[in-house]
């Protein structure tokens, strides 16, 4: 009688893959890891932040200067406004029709007159022009004044930022911190000058103010200034 023969594989216990199962726990471990190094990094990073600077509103005169490249111009608004109420003040006055309604031919002469009187003030304002030391200002609109930068031809460069004899610090020393403060309108090309300039002013104890312009936009000051707030 011939004998069974048995396989061997038959004797050894059935077993389990456990390739998925360290599939699984790779990937979790990996996302552990990344988990873990992004807020790492965030952490690390919230240190460094630095915070925007809040505007607040101050009661303090602002002198509001002009930077293009290396220059520093003073906005001079006050000799504007006192050039410009002196203009308004030569115009010519133009009396309101004082006829009576009934009186028809009087009161369409005096109305006449008054209207022509009117036109003549609003081409004199038309061409109202004011030049300071470095801009010639023209008048926009009722409340709105354009400073264009005119360069004097032949100037002389102006002393070094750093310079007690430079304009600008000169300007400063004739302020007061405890009155005024000091405005910028940084063009593109003067943020070098910016820093400078802004460093020298807080070394004086000035609050700061500042805003950028783009090169090709003009500077448009209303009738009581630009109110750029304190940063």
């Known amino acids: 009688m011939a004998r069974r023969r048995h396989s061997p594989y038959h004797s050894l216990p059935p077993q389990q893959n456990l390739d ?12 552990l890891m990344f988990i873990g190094l992004f807020i790492t990094l965030v952490t690390v990073e919230s240190a460094a932040i630095i915070q925007t600077p809040l505007v607040k509103t101050s009661n303090k005169q602002v002198h509001l200067f002009e930077l293009r490249g290396e ?7 006050q000799t504007v406004q006192t050039e410009v109420e002196r203009q308004l003040q030569a115009l010519p006055t133009c009396p309101r029709p004082q006829a009576k309604a009934e009186d028809y031919g009087a009161y369409l002469a005096e109305f006449q007159n008054y209207q022509a009187c009117l036109l003549q003030q609003s081409e004199h304002l038309a061409k109202l022009k004011v030049e300071t030391a470095d801009y010639q200002v023209t008048l926009v609109n009722v409340d709105n004044f354009a400073f264009q930068y005119t360069p004097k031809a032949g100037k002389q460069s102006d002393p070094p930022l750093q310079s007690a004899e430079s304009p600008f610090a000169q300007q400063l020393q004739a302020l007061d911190p405890q009155r005024d403060y000091v405005a910028f309108v940084v063009r593109p090309d003067a943020f070098r000058t910016f820093r400078q300039a802004r460093k020298l002013a807080q070394r004086q104890g000035f609050d700061i103010g500042w805003e950028p312009l783009a090169t090709e936009t003009p500077l448009i000051l209303g009738s009581e200034g630009r109110r750029i707030g304190v940063q």
């Open 20 to 31: 998925s199962f360290l599939d699984i726990l790779t990937n979790t471990v990996g996302a």
């Open 71 to 77: 220059q520093v111009l003073a906005v001079d608004t």
